[in-house]
């Protein structure tokens, strides 16, 4: 089975540095989450040894933002939703190993708010925010211009985390004012942080967590790129270099009512907890006990990008399929390739995806739906009856590896089923779809 190596995050402090009075193009420190290690900075917990768990910390602030999570003790503030996400992380994932923000945003929707199996933490009608966007560069790393762009989309309501390395690190930007010079710039911009392993709290007129940090885009070695400038104890300035950046966004889901009857996600995973991450499926719903999970080839197939799905044969009634497909990349990142002549990004190409019923009869028209910054893409099938069992044909092995840009661009995705020719009425929770869809749109493939 395919490796993937992890991104390497720890910790380190920061030079503060802020000029009185600041005017900000953007700040949204009020708006998110701060999740603080129990130790950190020169305070560390004796109970944690090695605490490398930035990356979830950094996870939880944005996942809270977006509108997920939930308080235990029924206050229900952001900040107490963030902190028990980072618990249910911790728990889930260790402290010791490192990791990437993206995956621990993906374990924990697919294991607690998006699972029909989670109890009190299954809450598919509480957020929009499913669209994860993944950015890693090493050489060169990330720049100016990334840095722009994610704080124009952070200031779009979406919302950012950073990776850094060199040493490693993983903070929620918050706000910042953007470099307009070139080139390429200087250290004449400022950049606003939650940093779960120190608090400044030099933002003017803002609290504890806020931390204002200078960006360095002139760095003698490593220019063109993104550096925050660091002091290091005991040592001269230091270079903190930007190289991941993940940016979770408005998207798509599933009816609640198909999710709850057959739900199989398939992502990277971590189960055993020694830092290696591994795509495989994660099943829930009435019918999971029956269906089980879906098995690569199967069905008579030695095709190993075709997936079989196994039902109950029902005569009579149409099954509906939805597969949800979340990508690495969206429209607004600088090296989107699908732009129309003037520049401006045009709609993701579909792939050729296609169902096959136990009889060999093909459904080759999905209806697709593309979220608003065409990160996902929803393809949605009826079949005339429930077969024994049904094929999801994809065109090549990136549904199953999964992974980043540099092997391909498919980051996750989720299958429901449900076996009815009409959908019941949406519940309330599931009105928030409705209004969702309008904000995408569909068209069907001839």
């Known amino acids: 089975m395919k490796r993937f190596a992890v991104l390497v995050l720890a910790c380190c402090l920061l030079l503060p540095g802020v000029a009185a009075g600041q005017a900000w193009s953007v700040d949204k420190s009020a708006q998110v989450p701060d999740v603080d290690k129990p130790g950190k900075g020169n305070n560390p917990n004796p109970a944690r040894p090695g605490d490398n768990s930035c990356w979830q910390a950094a996870a939880s602030n944005i996942l809270a933002a977006a509108g997920w999570g939930r308080d235990p003790t029924g206050v229900n503030t952001k900040q107490l939703k963030a902190e028990n996400i980072y618990s249910q992380l911790n728990a889930d994932l260790g402290i010791v190993n490192f990791g990437c923000a993206h995956n621990a945003i993906n374990h924990w929707l ?23 966007t993944v950015e890693t560069r090493f050489a060169p790393p990330l720049g100016v211009a990334e840095y722009n762009l ?36 200087g250290q004449n911009t400022q950049s606003i942080w939650h940093d779960s392993d120190t608090d400044v709290g030099n933002l003017p007129g803002g609290g504890v967590d806020d931390d204002v940090y200078f960006n360095d885009f002139l760095h003698p070695v490593d220019t063109p790129a993104w550096d925050l400038a660091v002091n290091a104890p005991g040592g001269p300035w230091h270079e903190r270099i930007a190289q991941t950046y993940v940016v979770l966004c408005p998207g798509l889901k599933k009816p609640t009512y198909a999710m709850e009857n057959y739900d199989a996600a398939y992502f990277m995973q971590d189960t055993d907890k020694d830092g290696n991450w591994d795509p495989g499926f994660r099943v829930a719903g009435t019918q999971a006990g029956v269906f089980g999970n879906p098995q690569w080839g199967g069905a008579g197939t030695n095709d190993e990008n075709t997936i079989t799905v196994q039902n109950q044969e029902i005569s009579g009634k149409q099954k509906e399929i939805w597969l949800l497909i979340d990508y690495v990349n969206a429209d607004w990142e600088l090296d989107w390739p699908y732009t129309d002549a003037a520049g401006a990004p045009i709609a993701r ?5 296609y169902v096959v019923d136990d009889q060999g009869n ?31 044909v994809f065109p090549d092995d990136s549904y199953r590896l999964l992974g980043d840009k540099a092997d391909n661009d498919v980051k996750d995705w989720d299958l429901a089923t449900y076996c009815n020719g009409v959908p019941p009425i949406p519940e309330p929770a599931g009105l928030g779809l409705i209004g969702l869809a309008a904000l995408a749109w569909k068209r069907r493939r001839a």
């Open 150 to 185: 994610v704080l124009n989309q952070l200031g779009r309501c979406q919302y950012v985390v950073v990776g850094f390395d060199v040493p490693p690190h993983c903070m929620t930007l918050v706000g910042g004012n953007p470099d307009n010079a070139a080139p390429p710039g």
């Open 362 to 392: 093909e459904y080759k028209n999905p209806v697709v739906t593309h979220s608003t910054d065409e990160g996902q893409l929803s393809y949605y099938w009826i079949l005339d009856d429930q077969p024994a069992w049904e094929k999801i």
């Open 349 to 353: 190409p579909e792939d050729d995806i």
């Open 110 to 132: 697919y294991t607690y708010a998006l699972n029909p199996a989670a109890g009190v933490d299954y809450q598919p009608g509480a957020s929009n925010y499913t669209d994860v």
